[in-house]
């Protein structure tokens, strides 16, 4: 009777507006998870068993953006299974994004290591439209996999955090070198953790998850291939969190002179941003479920209150570069310059291929 009182409850919870405000959903999404969760405590399969993953089939799939943060409710899920947690040790399964209770990897038709920058500028692309089943694992389980994983013998592994509009698309590029290293265009899980940090989920626990998502990226490389996790900007906030990570080094990429190339983005969806500005003086929360603009720089929009495009544009650009000024002994190069690698690209590269062996 309590677990038929728990879903009723709960039932109640994810249909309220609220709820759709919070988490972004539509209306038919909330609905959809809410009768799959309520099923699921009826039948008293709400919780998935130690070691197991639960596996599901994708049938809808809807984002209004392609760079919309990943989450759970860009699927409609259905025809569930519990397997092995071990089902996802295969090449085919990476991870896709992080929630409060739970890890999802999505199942790709190639080995995760053919989604490359050099192929998929944005990773979370390619791995929204293929994804054939989804499967959702505890945090518990994810950070004892993750375990597993990193007890083996790691890759040399690069985390490339950047600023906005540098250019490091351009150079993850001339990093990605077939049989030499393999680059990852903005995997969103990194994404979603950076975004969770302090809101969601506090430093401890975005350490551990952190260090077994970077155990479960780098888990499928060929013997002797260096990876690269090109990051988005948000993502600089990491670092600090990176340390005794087996095998990791850091590089940081700054545009001179790109605060009119970053304003210049913002004004593309001027209304959306202004709007995001404004509504996160009245709701912090709800401006943060709306856009990733405002999740990702919680911290600096709350200290200095921007009220217009240029003013959110100098968070953008400097608040990554704040990170690695506060976090520069953690970096094994110096900071990689725009303009370097134009006027001088094989030095540029010689020097952190050099620093990466």
């Known amino acids: 009777m309590d677990d038929r009182c728990k879903a009723t409850s709960r039932m109640k919870e994810l249909l309220e507006c609220e ?27 709400a919780e998935i068993p130690s070691r197991k993953a639960r596996i599901y089939s994708i049938v809808w799939r809807h984002k209004v953006s392609p760079g919309e943060i990943a989450r759970r409710s860009d699927f409609i899920l259905a025809s569930e299974y519990v397997d092995n947690i071990d089902i996802l040790r295969s090449s085919y399964w990476t991870v896709y994004t992080i929630e409060k209770d739970c890890v999802l990897f999505v199942l790709l038709p190639e080995p995760v290591y053919s989604y490359h920058i050099s192929r998929y500028p944005f990773m979370y692309i390619p791995m929204f439209e293929k994804a054939l089943a989804v499967a959702e694992v505890t945090h518990e389980d994810f950070l004892r996999f993750g375990q597993q994983l990193g007890e083996r013998p790691q890759p040399k592994t690069v985390l490339f955090t950047n600023t906005a509009r540098c250019g490091s698309t351009l150079f993850g590029r001339m990093l990605n070198r077939p049989g030499i290293t393999v680059c990852y265009g903005e995997p969103p899980a990194l994404t979603a953790l950076s975004l969770a940090l302090g809101d969601l ?21 060929p013997d002797g291939v260096i990876c690269v996790l090109k990051t988005q900007s948000f993502e600089a906030k990491l670092v600090p969190l990176c340390k005794d990570i087996a095998n990791l080094k850091h590089i940081f990429m700054f545009r001179k002179k790109a605060l009119f190339s970053v304003e210049r983005i913002c004004r593309w969806e001027e209304f959306h941003v202004l709007l995001l500005l404004k509504l996160y003086n009245l709701s912090p929360r709800l401006s943060r479920s709306i856009g990733s603009l405002t999740a990702g720089e919680d911290k600096w929009l709350t200290t200095l209150q921007p009220q217009n495009i240029r003013a959110l544009a100098a968070i953008l650009l400097g608040s990554p570069l704040s ?26 590269l010689t020097s952190v291929f050099n620093e990466e062996d």
């Open 201 to 221: 989920m506090d430093e401890t626990k975005v350490r551990n998850l952190l260090h077994a998502c970077i155990a479960c990226m780098r888990a499928h490389l």
């Open 19 to 45: 709820h759709y405000a919070v988490t972004g959903e539509s209306k038919e999404k909330a609905m959809h998870t809410a009768t799959s969760e309520l099923f699921r405590i009826w039948e008293g399969t």
């Open 323 to 348: 990170y690695y000024e506060k976090n520069k002994d953690m970096y094994c190069h110096p900071t990689v310059w725009f303009h370097e690698i134009i006027d001088d690209t094989e030095s540029v």
